[in-house]
């Protein structure tokens, strides 16, 4: 089954600064990648998605690549800003048996300083 | 975006009980609803995809016959806990998506639950 491995754990940044989050997957049947954000008690809320057919997708602050060769994709903030703060989880989407799951990464949290 | 609702945000119950957490689709159709459970400061763990009209797929390592999943209709999935031990204590999330497993996937408020 899919598996999926996020780095780093834990990420500080100053504020105004660009923050990275590397996901890797093993699935190469996996056609799309969200990305979610989780404040604490919160329901995670999606921030951007790309899918397989296409290589990089921008959102204002917020940039993700994929890399299907390598099978991994990348969570791109920048200017960072106080209120990024929160846990960022990535994901893929992998067809089994009939349906999809999605499996999600172990999570980064982002502390953005001021 | 669509709204996905979670019933309840959070239950305490004692050892040897049953819990049930219902998880609704307010407006759309959810052929497929998925439950996670999360521990404090980790990932979501997916626990089962519940599918509408079927039996619920179980990941490995979950058992069957404690987390009972059934998906009546197209709008309601719920997860029971069953006899309910201290171990299970978590916070457990449902969600769902629109499309056929490449659309955003719309999650519930999740339910905590502390089994005493």
């Known amino acids: 089954g899919e598996n999926v491995e996020q780095h780093p754990s834990t990420l500080s940044v100053q504020e105004g600064d660009s923050a990275v989050i590397k996901c890797t997957y093993s699935d190469s049947a996996s056609n799309y990648f969200p990305w979610y954000k989780q404040e604490l008690g919160k329901r995670p809320q999606l921030i951007i998605d790309i899918r397989s057919n296409v290589g990089e997708k921008k959102d204002q602050r917020i940039a993700v690549t994929l890399n299907k060769t390598a099978k991994h994709f990348s969570l791109h903030i920048t200017e960072t800003q106080p209120e990024d703060s929160a846990v960022y989880f990535c994901?893929?989407?992998?067809?089994?048996?009939?349906?999809?799951?999605?499996?999600f990464g172990t999570g980064t949290r982002l502390k953005v300083l001021a | 975006g669509a709204v996905v609702s979670q019933h309840p945000s959070w239950v305490i119950c004692k050892s040897g009980t049953s819990v049930k957490i219902e998880c609704r689709s307010l407006?759309?159709?959810?052929?497929?609803m998925f439950w996670y459970r999360q521990f404090p400061k980790q990932s979501l763990m997916l626990m089962a995809t519940s599918n509408e009209g079927s039996k619920a797929t179980y990941e490995q390592g979950v058992e069957k016959d404690k987390f009972l999943i059934n998906h009546a209709s197209l709008t309601l999935s719920t997860l029971t806990v069953t006899s309910a031990h201290p171990e299970d204590s978590s916070f457990y999330i449902c969600s769902a998506s629109s499309g056929a497993g490449t659309g955003e996937l719309f999650f519930g408020e999740g339910s905590r639950l502390t089994v005493l």
């Open positions: 994901a893929a989407s992998s067809p089994t048996s009939g349906t999809y799951k999605y499996i």
């Open positions: 407006d759309f159709q959810a052929t497929t």
